[in-house]
């Protein structure tokens, strides 16, 4: 017997502010996006420790998400030749995976500002296909909250380069603060703190590829980015008008 889709029922967020567009608004007007409840926060449901029972969740080694993400880098790098001289220092940042053991659950996947709405009750968050060029499969697959993490502070990066200004590296730090605050509670542990770094140089290399493929005039961006978490040489930023 065939089974098909019926129908899809769609919650309407009524008076809903698009999470970007505040961010920005914040920016030009030299506001903290971090105080007020005015920044989005991390679900509770995505701390593993507290979302046992509500999602499954697993536990895989350290050395197998680095190796997927090393797969992901040589392909981005035949993609993108601007990640070339980065290529060594990238590689020894995955391996600070090391042997130890990284929590993994059903995770948004694609977690930005522009999933972000602000409605009258509050932060709502949208879209969970994950990131548009992978595949079904992989959407689906399990990883660690970090990833959902390392999406909101580098769509903070992204807002503080789109209005370049004296105040703009400042408010991204404060905002970087704040959700890493609002998530772990306090300062991250080593391991937590090299995990997050690998998985937001692993998005920023996707940015790389995303940019060079569409927007080659912002790839500079994420290039930054890859630079300071990477310890390498930077290269000048580009500017985005949403993300």
Not at 60 to 73: F, H, Q, W, Y
Not at 104 to 131: M, S, Y
Not at 223 to 230: D, E, F
Request: charged residues 25%.
């Amino acid at each position: 017997m065939q089974q098909a889709d019926l129908a899809m029922v769609v919650e309407k967020l009524a008076d809903a502010v698009d999470g970007w567009g505040l961010a920005l608004d914040s920016l030009r007007a030299g506001e903290s996006f971090a105080t007020g409840g005015r920044q989005p926060r991390p679900c509770a449901g995505r701390d593993p420790r507290r979302a046992a029972g509500r999602v499954p969740t697993a536990r895989v080694l350290g050395p197998r998400i680095a190796s997927t993400m090393k797969e992901r880098l040589a392909q981005a790098a035949l993609i993108a030749p601007d990640l070339g001289p980065y290529v060594e220092q990238l590689r020894a940042c995955f391996d600070d995976l090391g042997s130890g053991i990284v929590e993994v659950q059903r995770v948004h996947g694609d977690f930005h500002l522009g999933q972000t709405p602000h409605t009258p009750g509050g932060w709502k968050i949208i879209d969970f296909e994950g990131e548009p060029v992978k595949s079904l499969a992989e959407r689906a697959a399990p990883d660690s909250v970090w990833r959902d993490i390392a999406g909101m502070l580098r769509s903070f990066d992204y807002a503080a380069a789109s209005v370049p200004g004296p105040g703009s590296v400042a408010w991204a730090a404060e905002c970087r603060t704040a959700f890493l605050r609002g998530y772990a509670g306090g300062p991250l542990d080593p391991a937590d703190a090299a995990t997050l770094r690998a998985y937001e140089l692993d998005k920023a290399i996707y940015e790389v590829v995303y940019e060079t493929r569409n927007r080659p005039d912002w790839v500079g961006i994420p290039l930054a980015a890859i630079a300071t978490l990477a310890g390498a040489p930077t290269h000048p930023p580009g500017r985005p008008s949403g993300r």
